[in-house]
């Protein structure tokens, strides 16, 4: 299988599990939470047959990379994304975060600036700031995320398998994803460290990104659901969209959070159309 040996300063060396396929220019998928770089087979199947490369991976912590017990920060993991660029030698790169993977993004841009990266595109991201806070009234109460790490340590498969249904919209009159998506989703969620799954939500509910999306400084394209009741989109899409100077902002009516899947159809014509042009 193949890996990248991430060795950043102050951390255990980690090997990080990656997936090239195609060729063409480069797409880099990062992989929201819990889940891990196989979450965006719909894109990869049908973008790599459109003449793109597309490269995935597995955050340390999640799927088949290395699962150590630190280094869940953002800085720690924009390193790890920084090494499989370089490792690779990728040039004129597109970035693809979905939730939690737009954090990576932009301590990217803090950190180095657009070095191999042509084009952004965030979806259902956690930029610019997840937390409600006084200056950040949109934001989700801290409650929320103090009931999500209960849950993850009370029962964690009993927490995800619930989670997923909020996270995919899943209403009982007309479910948009099957039982058995459902339960290979829960498997996926599984193989990562208990111990990352919790870090992360710690990462991605208390960085504020407000001063790093600013650096953005590449064409992006932001898409987000207005049904999403994970990361509202008031407070991330929008924000996001006037933050960012070189912004389009798509917004899918009433799409939940999962949508790379609900709606994949329609994110990899808006995807191709962007990498396009």
Known sequence: MPFIKSTIINTEPVNIYYEDLGKGKPLVFIHGWPLSGAMW??????????GFRCVTY??????RSDKPYSGYDYDTMAGDLKTLLDELDLEDVTLIGFSMGG????????????????????????????LQTEDNPDGVPQAIFDD?????????????????????????????????FLANNL??????????????????ASTDFREDV???????LIIHGDG?????????????????????????????????????EQLNKDIFGFVSQ
């Open 103 to 130: 954090g990576e993004i932009a301590k990217y841009f803090k950190h180095y600036g657009d070095a191999h990266i042509a084009k952004v595109v965030l979806v259902s991201s956690v930029l610019p700031y997840m």
């Open 148 to 180: 999500i790490a209960k849950g993850i340590k009370d029962d964690r498969p009993a927490f995800m398998e619930n989670f997923a249904k909020i996270f995919f919209g899943v209403a009982t009159a007309n479910p948009p994803v099957s039982d058995a």
């Open 228 to 264: 999403d009741k994970i990361v509202p989109i008031k407070a991330t899409g929008e924000r996001s969209a006037e933050l960012i100077k070189d912004a389009s902002f798509i917004i899918y009516p009433d799409a939940a959070h999962g949508l790379w899947y609900t709606e994949k």
């Open 41 to 50: 087979e719909y894109q990869v199947t049908e973008l790599t047959g459109k």
């Open 187 to 204: 498997a996926r969620v599984m193989e990562a460290s208990p111990i990352a799954t919790l870090e992360c939500v710690n990462a991605f």
């Open 58 to 63: 597995d955050r340390r912590g999640f799927g």
């Open 214 to 220: 600013v650096k953005i400084n590449v064409p992006t």
